[in-house]
């Protein structure tokens, strides 16, 4: 499932950590909603996986060194899950608390519209992606002092984020389905780094179209959940070109 929000704000500024503040929104919308699935989402397991991603668009802004500012005070959220229920909850959340202003630094932010967008439907066993919101190439050994970020130009970065994908996968899976994870082939097309402020640590991240080949429901899969780490984030989101 696939939504686009129009989120308005009371200024135009807003500090450049901007996808934790959208989890925040998220999760104030969440627990409003329904406190069960909240506690079932956040609170049960520490750092449970999640098939859903988000992106912003912010129309013609300008990156200052610690805010953004949006002249048009308006924010476009996608949001995208493989996972009907968390797609259902993201709708009904947002739609309850439509309207009502939730404030952020110096700032306010509020729900004006939600949508519901169309899935293009995977039959071929390759695609290519483009991303929506910037891939988190992430090698992390359970401590924050041992975590780093790779880019996709580099073949370190490439064997990283090809084992983080099998690992993505097998979990979603299982061991049932290790030989079509394992013929998963991809090519970076084209790449660009960047670096996205994200509670506060400067990740390095890629804006990139990716050629990948797999069985379809793999790429149906990769297609609404996201591609890389820190998925639910706001990092990974894609769209078929």
Known sequence: MRFNVE?????EIIPKDKNRIILSLMKHNFNSYDKDYFIELYKQIPNK????????YMGNCKFLR??????????ILNFSTYDMKDGIMFYNSFLKNKGLEYPIKDNSIKINRINLNKEKTITENEVIYKTLSPISVREHFGD?????????????G????????KYQLKDEFGEDRILD????EFEVLGNKEVKVKNYGIEVLSNICMLKIKAKPYILDYLYKAGIGSQRSTGFGMVNLV
């Not at 610690?66 to 924010?75: M, Y």
């Not at 994870?181 to 998963?184: G, S, T, V």
Request: charged share 35%; proline share 2%.
């Open 7 to 11: 989120l308005l704000l009371e200024n």
């Open 158 to 165: 490439q064997e990283v984020f090809i084992n983080n994908l």
């Open 66 to 75: 610690e805010e953004i500012v949006i002249p048009e005070k308006k924010i």
């Open 144 to 156: 924050n002092k041992k975590t780093w970020y790779h880019s996709l130009k580099d073949l370190k």
């Open 49 to 56: 996986k999640k098939t859903f991603t988000f992106a912003l």
């Open 181 to 184: 994870i394992e013929e998963i």
